[in-house]
Structures are given as C-alpha cells and as structure tokens.
C-alpha cells in the first residue's frame, strides 16, 4: 500500500515540474509526514503472536518489536530493561561516540584530518545497542561511516583518533584512514569504503565460526558476527547474495540494517521499490525484524534476540533499525537535501536524551553520575586527540609495505637487501 | 518510469526534432561564437545538456544525479528534462550498466554515471562480457553504442583508497570499447559529444581533480572533437612525453622546468587511450628519438606498457634511449603517502634527464 502511494507520487512528479523553475537542491518530492507507516510508528506491523519473540521459526515471522517490549513494560513496570551499572556503560558507550564524532568535525575544520569523513551522530543507539552484547573474539564488519563502531567494539579512541590523523600509532598505522578501521584484538574486521563490500567479508567470518564449532570441534566457539551497513546498500546485489548463503547454510550472522533514509542524496523511498527492508529476510528464509534505531533500549532487547540465535546455532537474522544522521552524509556534504522538519524529528528523538531520560526517572543514576561521565569522556577524547598529534607521521617506507606477505613490502632487490631499505626506491632520484 | 510521459512530451509539447549529423569528424571547438570561461564539471554539464537537447531519446542515470550529482556535473538536466530522463538509481553499479546495455540495445542513448570510477568493478563484467561483445556476438543486429559510462577518476589530494583509482588500464585491454580521458575544460565537452554520440560504448574517465582547479574558454555551442585523434599540445626536438588527463598539467610543468636546463620536450595529449592513435605519437618519436611516459596508475601493467611496446615495435632503431615511465608505484592507493607515490613533477624531471642524457 505505501509502495503504491509511494509510485504514484513518482509517476506524477513530471508533469507537475515547472522546467523555468531556479534550479535548486530541494527536493520537489515531498517528505512523507512524519506520522506515515513506518517511521516510528509500529501500529501497521503485524504481530503474529502476543508476547513471544518468534525468531525461532525458520519461516520467519516478522515480529514488531518495539511493540513487545512496550507490552513488557507495561506488564510488570517495576521490572526494568536493564541494571544501574549496564545503563551507565550504555551511556558511557553512547557520550562517547557523540564526543568523539563531534571532536572529529572541528580537527577536520582545522586540518588535522583529512579525506572523507564520515559521521555517526544520531545513530549511537545502533552501535552500542548491539556491540555491547559482544565478546571480544565475536567480530563487526562496518561501512565507512566506521568510527563509532570501532570504538563501541572496544578499539581505545587513542587509536581511532591517530588513524584518523593518519600517524603510525593509529589501529591501521595510518594506512587505512577514516573509512578503514581494523583491529585483529578486537576483531573488528573493517571499515569499507564501498557499500556493501564488508557483507560477503562477514558471512565469510560467520561461516569460519561455525567450520571451527562443528568440524573443528571447538565446541566453546560460538562466535558471532556482525554486519552494519545502510538502507541504500540494500539495493545491491552482494546484499542479496549473502542474505542467501547464511540462511542456506544458517551462518551465525546478524544483518543490521542501518536505515537513516538517505544515501547521500537518494532518499530510501524513492530508491526502493519496498522500502520496509526487514521484508527481505523472510523472502531468503530468516526472520526479518524492525526496530527503533533511536532507542537504544529496544535495539538492546532484538540484539539479544538475535545475537542469542545465532550463538545457539540457529542461523541468520535481519534486523532492521530505523535510525538517523544528524549531520550530513560526510563532512564535505552541505546536506541540504533534507527536510528540516525531518531532521528536527529525529533531532528531539535523539538516543542519548532518551537514555538519560530513562535513566534519570527510573532512578537508575542521578545527574550527578552521568556529569561524571560526559566530564570523563571529554577528558578521554581529549587525550586521543593530544596522542595523536604528538605520534609520529609513519616513514615513508611504510608505503611500500604490507602489499604483499611479506612485509616488508617487495621482497628482496638485486642487491639482496629489502628493498623498501634503499632510500632511492622510495626517493626516487628526486626529492618530493 | 512514465513512458507515457516521454511521449506526451515529443507529440504534445513540440520538443526540438532537430537531428544533428553525428559525425566523430571534427566540428570546430575553437571560438566560433561565445565563449566563456568555465571550468570541468561546468564543461561536462553544458555537454549534457546539449546532448539531450539535441537528442529525445537521451538519459542521464546514475547515484544521486538528479539533484546535481556529488561533483555538480548533472546539475540542471532533472529540472529541465523532466525525471522521466534524468533519474536516480539505487546503489547498484552492476545493474546501472546492465541496465544501460539494455538501454543502448533498444536504440536509446544511455549515459550512465558511475559516482567514482572506484566502483566500477562490480560493473566490470557488464562492461567487459557484455557492453563489449554485444555487436560482435550478434552479427551486427544489436548494439549498445549508445552507452557512455561517465566516471571521475585519479587522485584528488585526500581521496585514499577508494576515491583515488585510475583504471583506465583495465579498461584498455578490452576489444570492444572506447577508452576516453579529457585534460581540459574545453576538450572535455567536445570529447563527451562525441563519445555520446560514437556508435561504440565509450567509457569516459573525467580527471576529478580538475572539476574546479581547471578553469578554460569553452565555446557555449554545440561541438565534437575526434576520436581515437591524439594532439601534440607542445612541440619539441629532444624527447616526447605522452599522457593523458591531470597528468598532462604536471608533465608540462616538469617540460618547463627541462626547458631552462635546454631540453626541448614535446608533449603529446593521447584523448582516447583505446583505440588509441598510434601514428601521431609514432611520428614524434621519430623525430625526437626519446620517449616518456606517465600516468597516476600503477605502473606495471598501466597503460603506459602497452605506448611502450609498440612505440619500441615501431621504432627501435631510431629510439636512441630506453622507453621511460615514470607512473604510480605498485600498491594500493596510498591515504598518507600520496605524495610519495605520485609521479610528480621532480620525478618526470629526473627522468627526462636521464633519458636525455641516456
């Protein structure tokens, strides 16, 4: 039905175009008011059965989610989502990527970055949501829009920040940048530049997980993997291709589809023929589920769900969270695209407000307790920053190395020395 | 897409029905009427608008090209010809030149934008299997030559990685498309006319780093400037330095430079690399004996391999040192280094007067 409603409005548009009109960026079609089908609204989802989660079907219900846990709430008010201490570190997790993301906005106005960059805020809920249900050895794959993932992951911000500044102390040493954060301690497997590249990486990962539990035998292994990417890469082929082989071979793997309606410029409405993506997984056999991505607290409750189905071996599961950027696509994008009352929507359902909130009248924490932290955090961020400018900018040899096994870059020169040693290969006979 | 609107708007509102002779022959891209200063992507976005103009059954396509694309290439064509001919496409660059091909096949031309040409490898098999032996495996009863795929490429300062990737060579190695590469503002719309209007698939890479920094005379009327037709922009006596695209700015300042130390280079612009014009560069290495060669890419297997093979096939006794390239070195992209591992200017320097004084 909103498919349909969606069309007509496209097949309209041309004649309703006046070719005389200035040429400007806004967009002539219009958003759809706030209060349409799914935009935080769950009424249209169809529950299939009342207070269970059914993700064990392998048909695949589509469960609304949002809808459960208010039911919980409701139920039995005086039990809570979460403890003291797991809500602090959900804040925590959360102030930390607003701060960092927001430090990284002004180095980059101030030159110490450089590149594209790419900005989480506003979908903090997400990431700590999800990654903070993970052990060390589970892994997440992540897009270019990596940085906060990295951290929630574990990955300390010392680390991100001097990648960020490409210096040799960064997660990458410098070589991968702003779109390629990775760390083997913490198996956080990238940082992708192209959409929809790290799925297929991360149903490669699901898979050896699962080769070492049962044909290794490793019966401890139940790693789990993670896969973050957005609504736009939901119209690629590898997207499609990987929904397939982990429910075909009921891959531990969780699918999160980031949806903050925009690719750049392309809204999601008008580049998918059914915009509600957690249709897709029922299509290739696993349980597709929607979720508010501004709450981290549901995100939290499907996470479980879904991280605890692929540990206990039952496959593959969809989740889609529906969530926003509050800045532009990158930090080169004017972002002037979207409706202002778009943004001032999602703005006042920002993750972070909500969470204190929530904290602060269940008395889970006091003001007090979450100054402390933001006051913390700020001094951690801080840090990262004066690390990373005072690390070293990597020797020019680094750039020869690592392109092969061999490390040190090239092999062996006639000489029989490495050649990356040779101050003329890099130097060539001409100073730069 | 509202086909009914397609032709609503050739019967009912009287569109232009001119056809232009579309010849690759040269029409004149020297001031003939007006003139303005612009710069690349301006160039590029006139010589869309003249191309659907000039022909209704013309379509722009790609990520994000109807509000002006990332790079302002495509700004104006959705406003002024309707979103029926200029429109988004989801993020799918293998079904946006499948789709293409599609397009073209039916007697469409389609100009497809590939938002960087770093991700044009998914596309990749469409263009090679099948954009590329389409006439071939028919007989001649389909085509795609209406296909042009638009992308920006090379390095830009900051790209890294993915932003930065010259795979023109890739390219180069299939027999069935053209390869085409502009250095300027006003080869840059004459060479998109004629490649959306050659009846090949084209590929046109537009140097991203000139989309503003490259500021030229662009006549505002509509013109072509041939295909696989290389130019001599600078002549000389003792060595020839061919490229293509941004590099050629830097090759002519390292020409300038071995001008003071009393080298004469002469600089040779390639315009189309496949099929690319053998003769011209030939005829200058005979007379100059000396040959270089340089692009961003990396340097073995980039383009510059295959000048350097049959300029040694053509000329070996009269080359008088041996072929220089002077190119990317053989890593990914560098973020950091970038600097280090572009061919700059003191290292085409240096390599002119190594082969000089060969």
């Not at chain 2, 890419?297 to 383009?303: L, R």
């Given at each position: 039905m909103n498919s349909a409603s969606c069309a007509a409005k496209i097949s309209t548009q041309p004649f309703s175009l006046n070719p005389t009109s200035p040429t400007s960026h806004d967009n002539p079609l219009v958003f759809p008011k706030p209060t349409s089908f799914f935009l935080g609204s769950t009424r249209k989802l169809r529950l299939s059965s009342s207070s269970k989660l059914n993700l064990h079907r392998r048909s695949g219900t589509v469960v609304a989610v949002s809808d459960v846990v208010k039911q919980k709430k409701s139920k039995s008010t005086p039990s809570l989502l979460i403890t003291k201490e797991e809500g602090l570190e959900l804040y925590e997790d959360m102030i930390l990527g607003r701060a960092f993301e927001d430090m990284c906005a002004q180095m980059y106005y101030r030159g110490k970055m450089f590149g594209f960059v790419h900005l989480y805020n506003g979908q903090e809920a997400v990431s700590t949501g999800f990654i903070k249900l993970l052990k060390q050895q589970d892994s997440v794959v992540s897009t270019y829009r990596d940085h906060v993932h990295a951290l929630s992951k574990g990955v300390p911000a010392r680390a991100v920040m001097s990648e960020l500044f490409g210096k040799t102390t960064g997660c990458c040493r410098g070589q991968g940048g702003s779109m390629h954060m990775f760390s083997r301690e913490h198996n956080l497997l990238g940082g992708f530049a192209f959409i929809g590249e790290g799925i297929p990486v991360a149903t490669g990962a699901a898979f050896t997980s699962k080769y070492k539990r049962e044909i290794l035998k490793e019966a401890d292994c139940d790693h789990v993997t993670l896969a973050f990417f957005g609504d736009g890469t939901c119209n690629n082929g590898q997207f499609f291709e990987c929904l397939n082989m982990a429910a075909l071979w009921k891959l531990p793997i969780v699918f999160v589809v980031e949806n903050n309606l925009w690719a750049i410029g392309m809204s999601h409405l008008r580049a998918t023929s059914d915009p509600q993506i957690y249709k897709k997984g029922p299509a290739f056999g696993m349980p597709g589920i929607h979720v508010d991505g501004m709450d981290v607290l549901k995100v939290r409750e499907v996470a479980k769900e879904a991280i605890g189905r692929a540990r206990r071996g039952e496959g593959p599961t969809l989740v889609e969270c529906e969530t926003y950027r509050f800045r532009g696509h990158s930090l080169a994008d004017p972002d002037e695209l979207r409706d202002p009352a778009e943004k001032a929507y999602y703005a006042a359902r920002d993750p972070i407000t909500a969470l204190k909130k929530y904290l602060i009248e269940n008395s889970l924490a006091s003001e007090a307790d979450l100054k402390a932290i933001d006051k913390k955090i700020d001094e951690v961020v801080e840090d990262a920053v004066e690390f990373a400018d005072e690390s070293p900018v990597p020797s020019r040899s680094q750039l020869l190395e690592n392109v092969f096994a061999d490390p040190k870059g090239f092999g062996i020169g006639p000489d029989g020395r490495y050649r990356c040693e040779d101050p003329k290969f890099t130097e060539g006979t001409a100073h730069v | 897409m509202g086909f009914r609107n397609i032709i609503g708007r050739r019967l009912g509102l009287g569109l232009v029905r001119r056809r232009k002779p579309f010849s690759t022959a040269t029409c004149d891209g020297d001031g003939n009427g007006n003139a303005k200063s612009i710069n690349l992507y301006s160039a590029i976005n006139q010589a869309l608008h003249i191309a659907l103009e000039t022909d209704n059954r013309a379509f722009v396509f790609g990520e994000d090209v109807s509000f002006g694309g990332v790079f302002r290439c495509t700004t104006g064509l959705a406003d002024r010809f309707g979103k029926a001919r200029v429109f988004n496409t989801p993020l799918c660059e293998q079904g946006i030149v499948g789709f293409g091909i599609g397009l073209a096949a039916m007697g469409n031309r389609a100009i497809a934008e590939i938002q960087f040409a770093d991700y044009i490898y998914p596309a990749f098999d469409q263009i090679v299997n099948e954009a590329a032996k389409f006439r071939y495996r028919s007989g001649n009863q389909f085509n795609c030559g209406g296909l042009t795929i638009r992308a920006p490429y090379g390095a830009v300062g900051h790209g890294g990685h993915y932003h930065s990737q010259s795979p023109e060579a890739f390219f180069c190695h299939v027999p069935g498309i053209k390869v085409v590469i502009p250095r300027s503002p006003r080869q840059a719309k004459g060479l998109l006319l004629s490649c959306i209007r050659d009846p090949n698939p084209v590929v046109f890479f537009e140097p991203k780093w000139l989309y503003r920094l490259a500021v030229e005379e662009v006549p505002e009327h509509d013109y072509m400037l041939p295909l696989s037709e290389a130019e001599v922009i600078r002549q000389g006596s003792d060595i020839t330095l061919v490229g293509w695209g941004a590099q050629l700015s830097v090759m002519e300042q390292a020409c300038n430079e071995a001008e003071k130390d009393g080298i004469s280079c002469e600089l040779i612009d390639l315009k189309t690399l496949l099929p690319w014009d053998k003769e011209t560069v030939e005829a200058s290495v005979r007379k100059t004996g000396r040959v270089l060669i340089s692009h961003e890419?990396?340097?073995?297997?980039?383009?510059g391999a295959e000048i350097s093979a049959s300029i040694v096939e053509r000329c070996f006794l009269r080359l008088e040192a041996p072929v220089a390239r002077v190119c990317g070195l053989d890593t990914p992209f560098p973020l950091v280094f970038e600097p280090f591992y572009m061919p700059t200017k003191n290292k085409i320097l240096d390599a002119i007067k190594a082969t000089v004084n060969y």
């Open positions: - | 890419a990396p340097v073995t297997g980039g383009f």
